[in-house]
T-cell receptor, first 113, second 112 residues
């Protein structure tokens, strides 16, 4: 049902590398979100966007950055990965109105060695 | 300071019985609530939602109850099936910020 795609699904990299996690949706949703989730913890909002050229930092401090040049694309970049960045990263989107469902991608499981 | 709380980290239920997952919230401005199911290393999938103007919403084996005065909602799954074993997240939509606030999840295990 959900047409939101994340790549890669799994990524293992060394400390100091620059990485970009890709997220694309084909539903034409204006609102997009990045969450970070660790086992046993809530989903923490790290970035969100209300539309093209709109990006905001979320509630959890993050060293990552995002961009929203096209409606369907919301990539997340880490300039210099550290072991503390090891986590699951979840991209989501929703329609513009109130009380809308949030659709999630399959997630990227990132391990930084 | 968590605005959405799921106080039971885990729950085990026998197949065929009812599973009841609970969620409490603190912000009375929340007016839309959602339940998601999540398997390890996958993204959450939407299960059911409820608006604050209702106190019950049903979809097949899943029913969500909302008690606004107690700031409490619950998800009932009946009958429970082994395939229901997953982590269940409660979420609230903040219409003031357009953000979705999630609880810490409850791991449900349905025993065959």
């Amino acid at each position: 049902e959900a047409d939101i795609y994340q790549t890669p699904r799994y990524l293992v990299i060394g400390t100091g590398k620059k990485i970009t996690l890709e997220c694309s949706q084909t539903m034409g949703h204006d609102k997009m979100y990045w969450y970070q989730q660790d086992p046993g913890m809530e989903l923490h909002l790290i970035h969100y966007s209300y539309g093209v050229n709109s990006t905001e930092k979320g509630d959890l401090s993050s060293e990552s950055t995002v961009s929203r040049i096209r409606t369907e694309h919301f990539p997340l970049t880490l300039e210099s990965a550290r072991p503390s960045h090891t986590s699951q990263y979840l991209c989501a989107s929703s329609e513009q109105g109130l009380n809308e469902k949030l659709f999630f991608g399959s997630g990227t499981q990132l391990s930084v060695l | 300071d968590q605005q959405v709380k799921q106080n039971s980290p885990s729950l085990s239920v026998q197949e065929g019985r009812i599973s009841i997952l609970n969620c409490d919230y603190t912000n009375s401005m929340f007016d839309y609530f959602l339940w998601y199911k999540k398997y390890p290393a996958e993204g959450p999938t939407f299960l059911i939602s409820i608006s604050s103007i209702k106190d019950k919403n049903e979809d097949g084996r899943f029913t969500v109850f909302l008690n606004k005065s107690a700031k409490h909602l619950s998800l009932h799954i009946v009958p429970s099936q082994p395939g229901d074993s997953a982590v269940y997240f409660c979420a609230a939509f903040d219409s003031g910020t357009y953000k979705y606030i999630f609880g810490t999840g409850t791991r449900l295990k349905v025993l065959a």
